[in-house]
């Protein structure tokens, strides 16, 4: 197997990778293994501090919002959490859990915790509520663990006047196979790599002359072929999406006569996900094809066990 990230990816959080001298069950492997066994940190556990004071100058606020704290909590639990995988260990690996209560564990070397303290509007403020975001979340240790930037604008929740809210959150590591908050990526498919094939040029035209282009911006047309063919993953995507506006029931198949042909290359395959933001794009696919070889080197080793 041999994996290749496509000309001009990773954009942003995504990607699209080629796979070659494999099969489908192959890749499907791959996909399950970002799906469900590649680590990630994600929150788990929320502490809500409750109560009623006075701010400095005597108005009294009260500790509630307009959420169920088990619905904040979950919405904390899908916020992307920064994750360095060689610098945490699962809550269960942690020496420093040894011989404590579950309900005890937590140290720097399993956990991340964040702080949120925040009140709604004065109650002269011509503002009748206030809006939490995850940027909202500070972390009670290095900077870098910090919510990123583009996360920073997911609403948590809104406070009114005279509420405030304050809540320590706990992030640790865990598998998309325990829940959905530890999986790293969304929108995870294959399909087979295929070529396009400018069989009848004339009728072509039919497509070209409608002016199409892709997201890129590039024209759907005559100059994507090289000796009547294109091999180039991206523009043959764009085609295949492109060959819809010509296809049964636009009332124009009769005149392109599927001037364009799709063929399959044997053994190769598009990859493609979106990272949450937690992990780089391409961390996740290698820490996916890690998990595997993992749980195959275990295997063989119960194997030659058995049989010795």
């Known amino acids: 197997m041999k994996a290749e990230v496509v000309n001009g990816w990773p954009k942003d959080n995504r990607i699209r990778i ?40 005597g108005e009294v606020i009260e500790s509630v ?22 610098e ?21 070397l399993s956990q ?14 011509e503002e009748d509520f206030k809006t939490v975001y995850a940027g909202d979340l500070n972390v009670l240790g290095e900077t870098k663990l910090q919510i990123r930037d583009e996360h920073k604008k997911i609403p948590l929740t809104i406070l009114a006047k005279g509420q405030y809210l304050e809540l320590y959150a706990y992030a640790t590591l865990g598998r998309g196979k325990q829940h959905t908050k530890w999986c790293p990526a969304a929108a995870v498919a294959f399909q087979p790599r295929q070529r396009a094939v400018l069989a009848k040029p004339k009728k072509a035209k039919t497509l070209f002359d409608l002016n199409l282009t892709s997201k890129s911006g590039r024209p759907i047309d005559s ?23 010509v296809g049964p029931g636009t009332g124009r198949d009769t005149d392109f006569d599927d001037a364009i042909v799709l063929e399959d290359i044997e053994g190769e395959y598009v990859f493609s996900f979106e990272s949450d933001g937690s992990l780089e794009p391409e961390e996740v696919f290698n820490r996916a094809c890690d998990e595997l070889i993992a749980r195959f080197d275990k295997i063989d080793a119960e194997v030659d066990s058995a049989f010795a």
């Open 65 to 86: 919002n307009v959420l169920p704290d088990e619905v904040l909590a979950h919405r904390l639990a899908m916020v992307p959490v920064p994750t360095y995988l060689d």
């Open 223 to 245: 100059k994507l072929f090289t000796n009547k063919e294109c091999s180039d993953v991206d523009a043959v995507l764009d085609l295949e999406r492109a060959l819809h506006q």
């Open 112 to 125: 991340i915790i964040y702080h949120l303290s925040i009140r709604g509007p004065n109650s002269d403020s």
């Open 88 to 108: 945490f260990v699962f809550p269960e690996d942690d020496p420093n859990n040894e011989n404590v209560p579950e309900d005890q564990w937590g140290s720097p």
């Open 18 to 57: 080629v796979i070659s001298d494999t099969n489908a069950s192959q890749v499907n492997s791959i996909r399950r293994a970002i799906l469900a066994d590649v680590p990630k940190m994600a929150i788990t556990k929320v502490r809500f501090e409750q109560g009623v004071t006075q701010d400095n100058q």
